[in-house]
């Protein structure tokens, strides 16, 4: 089970760089306009900086994620579930507020949340059980 969480941890990191680029790299891009429902080049001008700075975080969550796998692998289980868990919490409860914030962004919400969601659980059974 532990070598699950690690992988579903990495996968959800995975997922968190690329909105990364994204939101902080690709913002002004039509296709990801369009993912974000941005419509007009105007739209897209007064929300990069918004959109510059949540990238980041999403990319810090991932490192976490990152840091916590790496202490995991090292034999540090502890302090690498630790912050497992707390990437995988955060990410999971941004895919909440996200879903409930703007209900048609329900399908980008699951995609958001479901690795850590599955980290979270095959964690609980690996590093507590």
């Known amino acids: 089970m532990q070598v699950l969480t690690l992988v579903f941890a990495g996968i959800a990191a995975l997922v968190h760089v690329y909105i990364f680029v ?3 790299l690709r ?25 510059f700075n949540q990238g980041f975080y999403n990319l810090f969550l991932a490192l976490m994620a990152g840091t916590g796998i790496t202490f995991v692998a090292a034999g540090s289980t502890t302090v690498g579930a630790t912050l497992i868990f707390a990437s995988a919490g955060s990410m999971l409860a941004a895919g909440l507020v996200l879903w409930i914030s703007n209900p048609r962004m329900m399908r980008a919400a699951l995609i958001q949340l479901a690795a850590p969601v599955l980290a979270i659980i095959s964690g609980l059974v690996a590093f507590i059980a």
């Open 27 to 51: 913002w002004d891009r039509p296709s990801t306009r369009s993912a974000f429902g941005v419509k007009t080049d105007q739209e897209a001008a007064a929300t990069r900086p918004l959109a």
């Open 22 to 24: 994204l939101e902080s």
